[in-house]
Each structure stands twice: as C-alpha cells, then as structure tokens.
T-cell receptor
C-alpha cells in the first residue's frame, strides 16, 4: 500500500518549458488536491478534484492546468514555466468530497526549480 | 487571506520534555487538523478535532480546542528526537467548507 505517489521527485526547468507532475493514489479516495509550499507562504491550494470527472480552481491556479485522469490519478501541468513557479508541489487525497471532514494524505512532493 | 497562526514559530527542547504548540484562527470552524512534516517529506495527518469536541488524544499527542478563544493547542508528551519536525494546523471554516486554511507552522527541534 503505497499511499500517494508523486513523480518526479526533483525537476529543473528553463523558463518557458512545460512539464507534467504526476500523482497517483491507491486508497480509493474520491478527492485529490495539488498544493504548492513556499517559505513564509504556507500551503496554497492550486487545484482540486472533488470526484472523478470534476476539477476546480483553488487559491493560485494561474499558470497551471490539471487532469483527473481516473479515480487514481491527478496530474498537474505547467504549460510555460516561470521562475515564480519554483516551489515544492504536493499532491494529496482524501476519502471525502473535498469538504475537508476527513484527513488529507500527502505525497512526498516534487521539488521544482525554474531558471 | 485568513490563516491559522501557530505559536511559537520555533521551539527547541530536550528529549523527554513536553512540547506545546498553539494555533489561533479567525472564523468559526467545522474542524481543526494538525499535521507533521519531517524535513524533505510530505505532511502527515496527526489529529482532527471537530468544533463540538474539546479534547482528543492519540498516543503521546493531546489536542485541545477552545472555540470561544478560537485557539487550539497540540501537546507532545515525553518528546523524542524523532518528533523533530514542523507542525501545522489547518482549519475547515464553517462558512466555506470547501476551503482549508493552513498556518505557517511551528518548527520543533528535540535535542538528544
């Protein structure tokens, strides 16, 4: 039982390049989330998916797109990376419907640097 | 945006001592959650306490909630070096349950 798996663990991009961060969970959870964590800013929600087939914007969605491929997988895409997107990205899942009445389970993060 | 605020920002104690961290928030909540983050890792859920609960225990962890003061505390008893981590509170606001508000965390160092 792996929980939430994120790939890659580290990535360096040049400004303007694109990439997709992958996330998969094996807990049969309904909801999945993408957060970014920056020093002094705390965790900020980028996008979430309350159930398979739905996605919604969080606090900081600009510059990102997401795909809920199936119940297990939720990917985050940077179409044209900018230095401001240098951050640690966390995927999380929960059994509920994104009403935060159940705990979030986090992956170990992707450390992204945009030069 | 509103945020939970942990206090203190950093705490350093000796193994065997108790560690207390506090979290304050600004609006009515449905629940409050505490998470731990070890260096370079993802967050791990510790305890969820609902607004109608006043205290919860899990092993060496004790969480209290005072909704009149809009505050919560996390007590770690008999701390160990392995408890060294950052601890975050997150609140699920009653007015918007589709939003989880995160604090900036308390960095705890437990010295052997």
């Amino acid at each position: 039982n792996a929980g939430v798996t994120q790939t890659p663990k580290f990535q360096v991009l040049k400004t303007g390049q694109s990439m997709t961060l992958q996330c998969a969970q094996d807990m049969n959870h309904n909801s999945m989330y993408w957060y970014r964590q920056d020093p002094g800013m705390g965790l900020r929600l980028i996008y979430y998916s309350a159930s398979e087939g739905t996605t919604d914007k969080g606090e900081v969605p600009n510059g990102y797109n997401v795909s809920r491929l199936n119940k297990r997988e939720f990917s985050l895409r940077l179409e044209s990376a900018a230095p401001s997107q240098t951050s640690v990205y966390f995927c999380a899942s929960s059994v509920g419907d994104a009403a935060y009445n159940s705990p979030l389970h986090f992956g170990n993060g992707t450390r992204l640097t945009v030069t | 945006s509103q945020q939970g605020e942990e206090d203190p920002q950093a705490l350093s104690i000796q193994e065997g001592e108790n560690a207390t961290m506090n979290c304050s928030y600004k609006t009515s909540i449905n629940n409050l959650q505490w998470y731990r983050q070890n260096s370079g890792r993802g967050l791990v859920h510790l305890i969820l306490i609902r607004s109608n609960e006043r205290e919860k225990h899990s092993g060496r962890l004790r969480v209290t909630l005072d909704t009149s003061k809009k505050s919560s505390s996390l007590l770690i008893t008999a701390s160990r070096a392995a408890d060294t981590a950052s601890y975050f509170c997150a609140t699920n606001n009653a007015g918007n349950n589709r939003k989880l508000i995160w604090g900036l965390g308390t960095s705890l160092a437990v010295n052997p």
